[in-house]
């Protein structure tokens, strides 16, 4: 298997986060990419490839170009307006606070953040440009020759939508994946989204579309983040009716009750009929994770991968959660081991 590796990943690297209240060291941080990288290579020999600068035009045909201008001159403007240290909000722009067009750097945080959990730091555009890159890198041999690949990056991307960032997301990665895999000649997508926290970012991108299925497996919104997106009733909207599946589950689920969702998302995957699936590939529903609490164990994330290669589709992995160090590696590896020895391609 191909892993496309964003070798810029470490130059967005956060002094802390916003935690609950509390300020603690980031949770996503550089170390997770080598952990991951050096698992994935001993037990899948991987092949490690440097991604190719394809330019703005994959990343533009998903965000919003003001966003986008926003998030490459964050730092210089809150450089440039006296403050030192990451780049926070602390205002938003809420109900009864919407009016007029702020230009001061505290205020635009406010008006793209969606949380207070994600910093802006000297390296993060690099970072997240870099990444982008990597996961069109990625997607292109996927639909040149249908041999699946690992986009392995940092920042992740599912949680970012078109014109907000939070959740330690920038740039929505599997929509920019997904968008391109469509560009180059596959007439529907679906991404199937495994990370403990849903997606709401790409949801939200594509809910009104009916050429994207997007399928998440997930703790349930109303008591994890993101909170105010991902409960089941929400299906789609418009064209994009019926092509939306949240799959919300309860704290304290282990493979079982996973497993039995994950046959959900299969049938609903299945009668779509996809001509390529991008996964986003969290793996931080494992039982040692310090921020989730489903109680899978590492080998359950093999047989995901094993379910996975069971759907038979072009297969590209994105990168995303996952923060328990001693097994991020391993539960990736896993994944990929399990899908290699099911899949075709």
């Known amino acids: 298997m191909r892993v496309f590796f964003n070798s810029s990943h470490d130059a967005h690297d956060g002094q802390g986060e916003m935690h609950h209240g509390r300020m603690v060291p980031c949770f ?13 290579a001993l037990a899948v020999k991987a092949q490690l490839v440097d991604p190719a600068d394809h330019g703005m035009a994959p990343i533009t045909a998903i965000h919003d170009p003001a966003y986008l201008a926003f998030i490459e001159n ?15 909000p602390y205002i938003w722009p809420t109900a009864g606070l919407a009016g007029g067009a702020p230009t001061h750097i505290s205020a635009r945080l406010g008006q793209y953040a969606f949380s207070s959990d994600t910093p802006i730091t000297p390296g993060t555009w690099k970072a997240a440009y870099w990444g982008a890159q990597t996961v069109v890198s990625a997607a292109d041999a996927v639909m040149k020759d249908g041999e699946a690949a690992f986009a392995l990056t940092r920042p992740p991307g599912h949680h970012a939508h078109a014109n907000r960032y939070g959740g330690y997301c920038f740039l929505n990665n599997c929509a920019i994946a997904a968008q391109y895999m469509r560009d180059k000649g596959a007439k529907k997508i679906v991404v199937l989204d495994v990370d403990y926290h849903h997606g709401n970012g790409t949801q939200d991108i594509f809910y009104e579309r009916a050429d994207v299925l997007t399928v998440s497996i997930h703790a349930d919104p109303k008591d994890h983040f993101p909170f105010f997106l991902g409960f089941a009733d929400e299906t789609g909207r418009l064209d994009g009716q019926g092509a ?3 799959i919300p589950l309860p704290g304290g689920t282990d493979f079982g009750g996973w497993s039995q969702a994950f046959a959900r998302a299969m049938q609903k995957i299945l009668g779509f009929q996809a001509d390529a699936l991008v996964v986003a590939l969290g793996v931080d529903a494992h039982e040692a994770e310090p921020i989730c609490d489903f109680k899978l ?4 994330f093999n047989r995901i991968g094993q379910m996975i290669g069971r759907l038979g589709l072009k297969t590209l992995f994105v990168m995303e959660g996952g923060y328990a160090h001693d097994v991020i590696g391993q539960n990736v590896a896993g994944v990929l081991g399990g899908y290699l020895s099911q899949a075709k391609t």
Do not use: E, S, Y
Request: proline share 0%; no cysteine; net charge negative.
């Open 28 to 40: 996503d941080n550089a170390r997770r990419m080598g952990l991951i990288r050096d698992a994935v």
């Open 74 to 88: 964050a730092w210089r403007d809150w450089q440039a307006a006296g403050h030192t240290g990451d780049a926070f």
């Open 244 to 246: 939306n599946l949240n």
């Open 297 to 300: 164990v590492t080998d359950d």
